[in-house]
């Protein structure tokens, strides 16, 4: 009995050893374009800053209708060293559509280089005929790229708001947000910014041979871990 109220003496002085951490989404940066911007000038662009740190990460493009082969309507991202997420086709990339709800994330696919087509393009190289490529984007509303992109030697996940018409001559740029968490994902249309940190009151005692915790309402879908030094 001796060594358990020894123990117990000994827990009650620890307070500052007790962890709290809250259940959350890590921190979401996200912009709104506002007004939203459209291009539809022929060689037009975008470029896409998602940390505005001043380095361009993507770039979103209205390929100019005259450059050989010839062009019409397409509308493609360039994404570098940077990643779209998307699958391989012949002879482009082609981004896939995601919806609000969807989770960017390292599990997916993500392609790079600036063969990534959104809309779709006509061409004469093909012998006798023209070619025709649709990419996924084709006439799509209210739907998301999903990115990823370096910040230094580190990888972070984001999404891209974007339409695309038609007939794809122009394409508008909606909104866009990112991780600044390293190498963690992020839900495609959450518009939440950031994280409220919260650190929550905690009284610890013992009382006959039981350590008792009383904690504030702010600890629901938290975990607490005790340290015995």
Known sequence: MKDLKTKIAAYSTVGTSIFFSSDSNAEWIYTDVNPDITISIDGG???LDLDTN??????????????????????KIDAGSNGVFGSTGNPFNYPLVM?????????????????NVLGFMYTYSCPGYICSFKGNFLDVSNKYIGL?????????YGWLGIDVPADAQSFTIRDFSYNSIMDMPLIAGDQTTGVEEHLPTINLYAFNSTIYINLDGSTSNSSMQVYNT
């Open 45 to 47: 662009f975008y470029d």
């Open 99 to 115: 919806s609000a709800g969807d989770s960017v994330t390292s599990y997916i696919n993500f392609l790079s280089g600036d063969a």
């Open 54 to 75: 001043g380095v361009n990460d993507i770039k979103v493009e209205l390929v100019s209708w005259s450059n050989p082969p010839k062009q019409l309507g397409r509308v």
């Open 148 to 156: 990823k992109f370096k910040i230094g030697s580190d990888w972070h």
